[in-house]
């Protein structure tokens, strides 16, 4: 009989019991009897007087026998689920959630010995894993309703902690208006799933451990039927009756909790046992039967599981792959088998006629995708692979009414003829099957193809597309120019012989290939071909004397000089080869100075540092060019500042800069010794710079020991150095004419580009930390101090430092951290001075904008958890910040902003806070009220409001008072939560604004 038969079937069946065996033997199905299932457990729930949960969450609640309807209306719910084989994927179709947590507690319930008050009793689920599993697993029902509950719990758990929307009905008692269970119980459902849920989790992992799983699981047959049984008063049964029972397949059992453990697990993000619970999945289905197997897919989800097991790396089933119907699944599936059948994808989508714009964009990209992937040798495909993509694109973008892009007239101009047979195919195929605008839209696509060249005029789409034979003889390509490939300066010369002479100067000056160069001097004449240019000078002014350098040798190291400039570094050694081989060679009968050829060895080492320094320039192997391997380059850097005589001084300190950012302390403190030529022979600007890096390299070495002597008397050294260099020499006028201000002028510059190029990072933050140190005691306002991390290190407190100029340390600080910033864009630390800086300058929107910018990189773009300086593992957001968070907030009118950023603080401003909340504010205002956890500002704004009578601001913060996850009495856990998570999403929007 089916339940269909009648309005109310169930009240026949509350009656008459045994009616539901007699319906079941006469061959009734699983569905038709699920609505009476549904039926029987609302009434059942309608008809107590009290709800079904315990004062412990963790605790199930056990039905005392009052009524015996109540006895009847479980014994029928009980059936009925034995009859739908106890599966939870058909019961979750069914019932909601308060309704099968009832049922599976009255499954317990009637485990035999489940009485009131007995000392076994499984309604408190802590004491689940402390269960012998292997004992309850013989018969099996007891372990197999447990397992049953706990499978559900984690199943729910991931449901109930997913953001959904869901329709919130009233709880209140109406006469007339019958109550809906799913409703009334809704919230207390989820409170106890929330709290069981860790216990499930162990109990289904100890199943897993030791493999417990139930031999046998109770039939519709093995609860009471009759009346005269269910009158005795008891719900649980006093024994299991064996011959009742029906047989279980163990390994079913234990796939099925796999698999929702394995699920649970990729929920909370404990990757390593989801792939566990996953592997024993499948070893436990491949050894079903058939039977079993069927039952399985009514349980698990095989796209579901498909998606888990691709997000985890897992080879997924042939069985479970699913046959993808969109453009992108499709295209995802090609992608994964080297885009085979790729082509005859995007044939379908065009004769799909899905005009669906985000359908077109990805087609784009993979056009983009593919072309990048071909070009890095990710992938390998044929010549006519790429524009037979590129025709498919043409068609759709064709269909939508768009033109002929430039990008694909570029592309299609020199298609093979097996691409242009492809064209004209997939056009053909268009025109067959289009409608009249369509039609329209080929055939313009065809005429531009023929204007373009890319289809003759005797091409069959002229015929297909209907252009008429007057029409073609309009369609003439546009004439095409031969374009020079190379560009050259050389001019017409009418026969005249200073055109002739001008266009090899020209040719001279642009000139870098070292043959070029060498041929054009020779015809020339080196004397003159010296003369091209007057600014052809080199670093030294030892080398631009005349007569000393034979011209040849001149000409060559004015273009490596060039070429350095340029960074073009292959090039530069080339060219520096091409002067070493003619200086060895081809000048025999010219003299020159003996140590002509150690200078040009030594070019070759200072190429090798500036290549080295310029990571971010790709520079380009040249065949029969061989690069030092770091080692070997540091290894020729220390030996070289020992040779005699002296290197030059951009050599001197290109070596000194490569030592330090390898971090060779040692080598800079025994290399710079007063006693070195090299320290002797040198002159202002470059002594300063050598004496910097030898009392750098002092602190850093003692920096290391942890010697606070030797680290107090260097920091000095290297603070008195450098601030003498940003401080003014009094207010006399200069007796030498301001030539000793000149000089400053350029040791200050030589030291800071000498600064701008560290690329150490201990080193680099401490030099930032000297400068950082140097505007601060110039600027004397604690207030808008640059914090740095090594400023105990720096004297700030002599007498000297009064002369330091603001400016010209601000200027200095701000190239620096610059160039830093640059090498290391995501150091939090330099972002953090940068950002200090504008702040100190009134300049508060970028300030702001640089702080977010420093949260961010701290805290991996707000995933990490935001906390004090004092909190451990988390990403710390320090008081001073804060208080210069909210200033700027202030500063700027976003004072809605700044109640906000006042909640970072460990002990907030409560008194400030308020007063911006009753000040205009110029951000959102109240549509901030979301990323307020504060309950104390939350409850003065609901007040706020509610004094000047504005209605929707008090709504809205009220709204916001009524989140449960902030309510006073949570544990801190759930309050530190809320916090978080309204942090990250402030500061994202924050971060949206400005970056």
């Given at each position: ?17 045994s009616?539901?065996t ?24 309608n ?45 979750e ?15 317990v ?9 007995a ?14 599993l292997?004992d ?11 397992t049953?509950?706990?499978r ?29 269970p ?13 709290a069981?849920a ?13 493999e ?6 109770p ?18 049964v ?15 059992e ?24 996953f592997?024993?999945y ?24 498909a ?18 119907t ?10 994964n ?31 983009l995708?593919?072309r ?11 010549r ?11 068609v ?7 033109p002929?892009?430039?990008r694909v ?23 067959a099957v ?42 003439l ?31 001279m ?17 080196v ?5 091209t ?10 080398l ?43 000048l025999?009968?010219e ?53 005699e ?8 300190e ?15 403190g025994?290399?710079s010794?007063p ?44 603070w ?35 600064l ?22 110039a ?14 290190v ?23 951290i ?26 508060y ?6 702080y ?23 990403a710390?957001?320090e ?5 210069r ?25 409560y ?39 504005e ?27 809320a ?17």
């Amino acid at each position: 009989m089916s339940v269909d038969d009648g309005d109310s079937p169930w009240f026949s069946y509350l009656l008459d019991p045994s009616k539901l065996t007699a319906d079941i033997e006469s061959g009734a199905t699983v569905t038709s009897l699920q609505p009476l299932l549904l039926d029987l457990l609302s009434n059942l729930l309608n008809n107590q007087t009290a709800g079904f949960f315990a004062d412990n969450p963790q605790e199930l609640w056990y039905a005392k026998n009052e009524e015996r309807k109540c006895s009847v209306l479980r014994n029928l719910c009980l059936r009925l689920a034995a009859f739908s084989s106890w599966s939870l994927g058909t019961l979750e179709k069914v019932l909601p959630s308060p309704l099968l947590l009832y049922l599976l507690t009255a499954l317990v319930q009637a485990q035999p010995g489940q009485e009131e008050e007995a000392m076994n009793s499984l309604a408190s689920t802590i004491r689940h894993t402390e269960l012998d599993l292997k004992d309850l697993a013989i018969p099996g029902p007891s372990l197999q309703a447990l397992t049953l509950l706990h499978r559900w719990v984690v199943r729910t758990f991931m449901v109930i902690r997913t953001p959904m929307r869901t329709e919130r009905t009233s709880t209140v008692m109406v006469p007339g208006v019958r109550r809906d269970p799913a409703v009334m119980y809704r919230d207390q459902t989820h409170t106890l799933v929330s709290a069981v849920a860790p216990t499930s989790i162990k109990f289904l992992q100890a199943v897993l451990d030791i493999e417990a799983s139930p031999t046998s699981v109770p039939s519709h047959s093995s609860f009471p039927a009759t009346v005269a049984v269910l009158s005795t008063g008891s719900y649980s049964v006093p024994s299991w009756d064996t011959s009742t029972l029906m047989p279980c397949d163990p390994k079913l059992e234990l796939a099925l909790a796999a698999h929702d453990l394995g699920c649970c697990y990729f929920f909370c993000e404990d990757y390593d046992r989801a792939k566990s619970c996953f592997s024993k999945y499948f070893t436990y289905t491949s050894q079903l039967s058939v039977a079993s197997k069927q039952q399985l897919d009514v349980e698990v989800e095989k796209a579901r599981l498909a998606g888990y097991l691709i997000c985890l790396d897992l080879p997924v089933p042939e069985d479970d792959v699913v046959e993808q119907t969109s453009l992108a699944g499709k295209i995802i599936v090609s992608a994964n088998n080297q885009y085979d059948g790729i082509n005859k994808v995007l044939e379908e989508d065009n004769l799909s006629r899905d005009q669906k714009e985000a359908s077109t964009s990805g087609r784009e990209l993979l056009e983009l995708e593919l072309r990048e992937k071909i070009t890095q040798g990710k992938i390998t495909a044929a010549r006519d692979f790429l524009p037979s993509i590129l025709v498919q694109n043409m068609v759709r973008r064709t269909l939508r009414g768009l033109p002929l892009s430039s990008r694909v007239k570029r592309s299609l101009t020199n298609i093979t003829e097996k691409v242009r047979g492809v064209l004209e195919d997939q056009v053909g195929k268009m025109l067959a099957v289009a409608t009249d605008r369509e039609s329209k839209l080929l055939k313009c696509l065809v005429v531009d193809l023929v204007v373009e060249g890319i289809l003759g005029q005797k091409s069959k789409l002229v015929n297909l597309a209907g252009i008429a034979q007057a029409e073609r003889a309009k369609l003439l390509p546009p004439p095409k120019f031969k374009m020079s490939a190379k560009q050259s300066f050389v001019m017409e010369t009418f026969g005249l012989e200073k055109i002739t002479k001008l266009n090899t100067s020209l040719q001279m000056m642009s000139a870098f290939s070292p043959g070029q160069v060498v041929t054009l001097a020779n015809s020339m004449g080196v004397r003159g071909a010296r003369k091209t240019s007057s600014r052809w000078m080199l670093e030294t002014e030892q080398l631009n004397r005349p007569n000393l350098v034979p011209d040849l040798i001149f000409i060559l190291l004015a273009k490596v000089n060039q070429l350095k400039k340029m960074k073009r570094w292959s090039e530069a050694r080339l060219v520096l080869d091409k002067a070493q081989q003619e200086l060895r060679g081809g000048l025999k009968n010219e003299r020159f100075p003996p140590w002509l050829g150690g200078h040009m060895e030594g070019e070759h080492l200072l190429l090798e540092h500036l290549a080295a320094v310029d990571k971010d320039e790709t520079v380009s192997s040249v065949p029969g060019q061989t690069q030092l391997s770091p080692d070997e380059l540091l290894s020729r850097t220390a030996s070289w500042l020992s040779v005699e005589p002296p290197p030059t001084p951009a050599l001197v300190e290109s070596s000194l800069l490569a030592l330090l950012n390898a971090g060779d302390w040692e080598a800079v403190g025994r290399l710079s010794h007063p006693n070195m030529g090299y320290v002797v022979s040198s002159r202002p600007p470059h002594t300063s710079v050598i004496l910097l890096a030898r009392n750098l390299a002092f602190l850093m070495l003692n920096l290391r020991a942890n010697n606070p002597q030797m680290i107090k008397k260097f920091g000095r050294d290297v603070w008195e150095m450098v601030a003498q260099l940003v401080s003014n020499g009094g207010t006399k006028r200069p007796k030498d004419g301001g030539a000793a201000a000149g000089l400053v002028s350029r040791e200050r510059a030589a030291v800071t580009a000498f600064l701008c190029q560290l690329a150490h990072e201990p080193l680099k933050r401490l030099t930032t930390s000297l400068i950082a140190s140097l505007f601060n005691v110039a600027r004397d306002d604690p207030n808008t101090d640059i914090l740095s991390p090594d400023s105990a290190v720096w004297p700030t407190g002599l007498a000297t430092n009064q002369a330091i100029q603001e400016r010209t340390v601000e200027d200095m600080l701000t190239q620096v951290i610059t160039s830093a910033i640059a090498k290391s864009p995501k150091d939090p630390t330099l972002l953090r001075m940068l950002a200090d800086i504008q702040f100190a300058n009134s300049r508060y929107s970028s300030a702001l904008s640089l702080y977010v910018e420093t949260t961010a990189v701290k805290s991996d773009f707000f995933q990490l958890e935001l906390g004090s300086s004092l909190t451990l593992g988390m990403a710390t957001l320090e008081e001073s910040v804060v208080g210069r968070l909210v200033t700027c907030a202030r500063e700027l009118g976003r004072l809605t902003q700044a109640v906000v950023l006042s909640q970072f603080s460990q002990e907030p401003n409560y008194a400030q806070a308020f007063k911006f909340l009753e000040d205009r504010s110029l951000d959102g205002s109240d549509s901030l009220y979301g990323c307020i956890w504060d309950m104390a500002v939350l409850e003065f704004a609901m007040s706020l409001h509610t004094k000047r009578g504005e209605v929707a601001r008090r709504r809205e913060a009220l709204h916001c008072i009524w989140q449960l996850e902030l309510n006073t009495n949570n544990d801190e856990e759930i309050i530190k939560e809320a916090a978080n998570v309204r942090k990250a999403m402030f500061l994202r929007s924050l971060a949206m604004q400005f970056f």
